[in-house]
């Protein structure tokens, strides 16, 4: 994907600004419907899973549960009326992969406590759940925390299109007499470093870092999470400063009240924001997909790469209440706005600033919650029949 980001942001976008926008779309558009015609010949060979039950009706189960037996006593590991394995598995003889019982969140496991009462109903489902039940909603439940965290992570991605991209077309963007660099291409450069670090973390990072810690990964998947966010803290940092000298060389120029005069700054002193959200997104953004899906239960794979993709969308939104907000309380007194079209009476220093801000608080309070979290314990291919012999 970052490499095809890079052809259609640096070719593409050339070819919108130097020849025209019909061609622009024309490319991608054909490229498009050669791609969903590769797709529609392969699906024919595509393997489709049959649905199961929805992964909803267990969370709802064991809370269900729970608030029935509220007046049982939370039951210790070990204790031999806990609800383990669902009888219709046993009957079956499946092989499943068991979660273990962890010590966060204890109150959920009186779900899994076995009364007498329990039986005399029809459908025990909703009042008896098994460990790995309950231990799947203890999982969905540790996750939103962290995801909360992350949000402003998402807030922060938002800006390299927009606002990166409006402070490089006020700039110098000329190489040598004739060729001009557009604007928004130098967003190629995020994909260029996710292109040229990956390999670094994959080969040199992990095991450098696996010697060091004893972990299979190098670093938990959290751990590289927090990384990111702290590098996107540094790309905000320098984004900040770079808007600062922009505007007063600006000033220094008298050009603070000519909107679309260039100002005579090379467009490249953008380039350390861009390349620090490179560096960024290959701790966080590949970070974020592993850990939502590998953290998630078996059952709910696709919810977790949903919560993924929800930390961008959701962030996008949150980038857009909080400009609008901002852009009220900064033009109030008739004030010139953080935002305004003339980018030389603007601040999106003070915008940027106050980004990195955020992005901190959000970062202290993920600590915390990551430092913690428990990992997903399984116990894979388990034999019903051996458990019960």
Not at 125 to 138: A, D, H, I, Y
Not at 282 to 299: A, H, K, N, R, S
């Amino acid at each position: 994907m970052s490499s095809g980001l890079v052809v259609s942001i640096s070719v593409l976008m050339y070819i919108q600004e130097n020849v025209g926008w019909g061609l622009g779309f024309g490319i991608p558009t054909m490229a498009m419907a050669i791609a969903l015609s590769v797709f529609m010949c392969g699906t024919r060979l595509y393997r489709h899973k049959l649905p199961g039950a929805s992964p909803f009706t267990g969370i709802a189960q064991v809370f269900v549960a729970c608030i029935l037996k509220w007046n049982v006593p939370v039951p210790s590991q070990g204790e031999n009326n806990i609800y383990v394995i669902q009888e219709e598995q046993l009957l079956k003889g499946e092989k499943n992969r068991e979660l273990l019982p962890t010590n966060q969140l204890r109150f959920l496991d009186k779900a899994t406590v076995a009364v007498d009462l329990d039986y005399k109903h029809k459908d025990i489902n909703w009042r008896l759940c098994t460990v790995t039940q309950v231990e799947e909603v203890k999982l969905v439940l540790r996750l939103l925390p962290i995801w909360v965290a992350c949000l402003m992570y998402g807030v922060v991605f938002a800006q390299s299109p927009t606002f990166f991209t409006k402070q490089g077309s006020t700039m110098d963007r000329k190489i040598g007499e004739n060729f001009e660099v557009p604007a928004a291409s130098l967003q190629s450069f995020i994909s260029l470093s996710i292109l040229v670090l990956v390999p670094v973390y994959d080969r040199i990072f992990v095991p450098v870092a696996r010697k060091i810690t004893k972990n299979e990964r190098g670093i938990t998947l959290l751990q590289r999470i927090g990384i990111g966010i702290f590098t996107s803290i540094l790309s905000m940092t320098v984004a900040a400063l770079t808007e600062m000298k922009r505007l007063q060389v600006a000033k220094d120029y008298g050009l603070e009240d000519m909107p679309h005069a260039t100002i005579p700054m090379s467009i490249f002193w953008l380039l350390p924001q861009y390349i620090l959200f490179g560096i960024s997104d290959v701790f966080t953004m590949i970070g974020l997909q592993e850990y939502f899906y590998d953290q998630m239960p078996d059952t709910m794979k696709s919810l977790g790469i949903a919560l993924y993709l929800s930390v961008f969308g959701i962030g996008s939104f949150l980038s857009s209440f909080y400009i609008s907000i901002l852009e009220e309380l900064s033009s109030r007194g008739k004030k010139q706005s953080w935002f305004a079209d003339n980018l030389n009476r603007a601040h999106l220093d003070y915008f940027y600033w106050s980004l990195a801000a955020l992005s901190a608080l959000f970062l202290c309070i993920y600590v915390p919650f990551a430092s913690c979290f428990i990992y997903k314990k399984v116990e894979t291919d388990i034999c019903h029949d051996e458990e019960t012999s």
